[in-house]
């Protein structure tokens, strides 16, 4: 099972949540630029990031995953 940065994306694109916005939700505490690609091409989230962004698109962290077999 993969965090899937793509699929992340695409939920992010179609909520139309603007980047100053992610960051601010997801970074509260990071100063310095940010760029999607962060989050596309990311391999290893901590896990209070992927609960941010779970909690900013309204969805399960499951969701940010490929999974073969639900649980």
């Not at 993969?2 to 994306?9: P, R």
């Not at 992010?12 to 970074?27: E, L, M, N």
């Not at 100063?31 to 962004?53: M, P, Q, R, V």
């Not at 900013?56 to 999974?67: A, K």
Request: proline share 3%; aromatic share 10%.
């Amino acid at each position: 099972m993969a965090f899937n940065g793509k699929k992340t994306m695409a939920m992010i694109r179609q909520s139309g949540i603007k980047a100053k916005d992610f960051k601010a939700a997801v970074y509260p505490n990071r100063s310095g630029s940010f760029t999607w690609s962060e989050i596309e091409h990311a391999k290893d989230l901590n896990a209070s990031t992927l609960e941010g962004i779970a909690d900013l698109l309204h969805c399960s962290i499951d969701e940010l995953f490929d999974r073969e077999t639900p649980y």
